[in-house]
C-alpha cells in the first residue's frame, strides 16, 4: 500500500512535472521549472557541493561527511537528454553518496537540441576517464543513472567498451529510456497511468537527440550487443511508460549470460527514487541501489 507521503507527491508530480514534460512547452521553460523545483534540494550540513570542470563539461562533486575517498559514484542524471542537471538530481545523490560511503560526480553533460547525439555520451565517457585518471580504481566505480541517464549509463558501458577500456564494478538504472525508436508496448498500454511521462514528449526529445539515429547502440543500448558488463541492477514502476524498456533490457542482458535484478515496483512512477528524504519508497529503493553498488566494492 502507498505512504501517505508519496500519495502527497505524486499529485505535485503530476501537477508540476506532468504537465512540464510537454512537446508544447519549449525545452527553455521545461529547464526553468525543472531548475526552480529543485529548490526542494536542500542538501543537509553533512554533505558538501563542490564545483569542478570535468573533461568536456562542468560537474558537480557531492561528498557525504562519512565519504571515502577512493571510492566513487558517476552519477548521469535525467531529463530527455534535453532537460535537468545536477541541481535536479541532489536528493538522490546526496543520498547515495552517504549510503555508499563514497564521493558522487555528476556530469553537467551537453544537452539537446543544441548539443544533439554523441554529445551526452562523450562528455559521460569522458568524466568516467576523469575519474579514473585522478586515482579511482575500477573496482571501486559504480554508474548510476535515472531514464534518460539510465540509457547514457549503457551507452558510456558500451562506449568504454568500444575503447577497450575496464568497466566500473558495477551499475544501477533507475527507470531507464533504452529504446528511443519507442516500440515498447507500455508506451501505450501504461499511457494512462504515466503521471510524468507521455509518447509525444519522449518522441520530440529523442529526435531532438539522436536524430536519424534512434536506432544506433549508443543511442538505444537495447539494440547493442549486451555482453560482458558489470553486475546490474534495474529499478522501474509497473505504472510507467517505459516498464516494457527495463523488462527487455533485464532480459537481454540475462541472454547474454550477464548478471541483472530486475526491481518492478508497484504503484510508484517514473523515477521516484529521486524524492528521497520525502516519501519511504523512495529512501528504501535508494537503499536497495546502495547495498547492490557496494557488494560488488573492493574494501
Known amino acids: ?55 568536456n563539461c562542468p560537474a558537480e562533486w557531492v561528498t557525504h561527511r562519512n565519504a571515502r575517498s577512493s571510492h566513487a559514484i558517476l552519477f548521469l542524471h535525467g531529463g530527455g537528454f534535453n532537460t535537468g542537471s545536477p541541481k535536479t538530481h541532489r536528493l538522490l545523490t546526496e543520498r547515495l553518496s552517504a549510503l555508499c560511503e563514497a564521493v558522487v560526480l555528476v556530469p553537467d553533460y551537453r544537452l539537446a537540441p543544441e548539443h544533439p547525439f554523441p554529445a551526452a555520451v562523450n562528455d559521460t565517457t569522458a568524466a568516467y576517464n576523469w575519474l579514473v585518471g585522478r586515482g579511482f580504481k575500477e573496482e571501486n566505480i559504480a554508474l548510476v543513472g535515472d531514464s534518460a541517464g539510465g540509457g547514457l549509463v549503457m551507452s558510456t558501458l558500451l562506449k568504454l567498451q568500444q575503447n577497450n577500456r575496464r568497466l566500473p564494478s558495477a551499475a544501477v538504472c533507475i527507470s531507464p529510456w533504452v529504446d528511443l525508436t519507442m516500440q515498447g508496448e507500455s508506451l501505450v498500454k501504461n499511457e494512462k497511468h504515466d503521471i510524468m511521462l507521455n509518447r509525444e514528449w519522449m518522441s520530440l526529445m529523442a529526435s531532438q537527440y539522436a536524430q536519424d539515429k534512434l536506432a544506433d547502440p549508443l543511442c538505444s543500448p537495447l539494440f547493442a550487443e549486451l555482453k560482458d558488463l558489470p553486475p546490474i541492477m534495474i529499478q522501474v514502476s509497473d505504472n510507467e511508460i517505459l516498464l516494457d524498456d527495463a523488462q527487455a533490457l533485464s532480459e537481454a542482458i540475462k541472454k547474454n549470460g550477464g548478471e541483472v535484478v530486475l526491481e518492478v515496483w508497484r504503484k510508484m512512477w517514473h523515477v521516484w527514487p529521486l524524492f528521497v528524504r520525502w516519501m519511504p519508497e523512495a529512501n528504501v529503493a535508494a537503499e536497495h541501489a546502495a547495498s547492490f553498488i557496494t557488494r560488488y566494492w573492493k574494501n
Open 1 to 55: 500500500m502507498a505512504s501517505i507521503r508519496s500519495r502527497f507527491i505524486k499529485q505535485l508530480v503530476k501537477h508540476r512535472i506532468g504537465r512540464t514534460l510537454r512537446a508544447e512547452v519549449p525545452v527553455e521553460q521545461q529547464r526553468k521549472e525543472l531548475e526552480q523545483l529543485s529548490l526542494i534540494s536542500v542538501v543537509s550540513p553533512t554533505t558538501k557541493i563542490r564545483e569542478v570542470l570535468a573533461p
